[in-house]
Structures are given as structure tokens and as C-alpha cells.
């Protein structure tokens, strides 16, 4: 049995037009993950893109997230076709959080 679920999704194109599009758009899906559970979440540009890593406490969680009309919302007002995005869903077997004494470095 699982202990959470991870999931990965890399956005293809501009690095620093998709880091604006992420930071204008954070407060909600920083709302939409609070309300569906959401452990840890973090943002990284890459050579080709963007890169979101989210791990939730259950497969539902994310599911439920996926469905949010706010998340939804944040992907149409930011012209992002969800036929680009590559996704990955993995069960997590373990994992440690460690207290680091802030957040959103």
C-alpha cells in the first residue's frame, strides 16, 4: 500500500514566459492544493520548460485537484493546452519531510 501519490508535470516552451505564468497564478493553485490536501509542491524551471512536482496524500487528492474548476480556470486564462503537458503518476512507497524552518525559497 501506498503511503502518497507524486505527481509530475513538465511544460514544454519558454522558461522564463512559463516561470511568469507560474508565479501570476500561484496563490490560487497554492489555494486549489491546500483544499485537496496537498503535502509538498514545488516549481523549477528547466532547459525546456517548466517542471511541477506535487506529492499528495492519496490518488484521490490529486484527482480532486485535477477537477477544481479554479485549476481549470488558471489553465484556460493561462493559454495552456492540456494536450502538451507531459504527466507522470506514481505511488510513493515512502517519504521523510523535513522541518528546514521556513518555505517558498
Not at 23 to 45: C, E, P, Q, T, Y
Not at 48 to 66: Q, R
Amino acid at each position: 500500500m501506498s503511503t502518497a501519490y507524486l505527481s509530475i508535470t513538465r511544460f514544454p516552451g519558454d522558461p522564463d514566459r512559463l516561470l511568469e505564468k507560474y508565479r501570476k497564478f500561484s496563490d490560487v493553485m497554492s489555494a486549489v492544493g491546500r483544499d485537496h490536501g496537498l503535502i509538498m509542491h514545488a516549481g523549477a524551471k528547466t532547459d525546456s520548460g517548466f517542471l511541477v512536482v506535487n506529492l499528495w496524500p492519496s490518488k484521490d487528492g490529486s484527482e480532486a485537484a485535477a477537477r477544481d474548476p479554479r485549476r481549470l480556470g488558471v489553465i484556460e486564462a493561462a493559454d495552456i493546452s492540456p494536450d502538451q503537458l507531459r504527466r507522470e503518476h506514481h505511488d510513493v512507497e515512502h517519504f521523510v519531510l523535513l522541518d528546514t524552518g521556513g518555505a517558498g525559497r
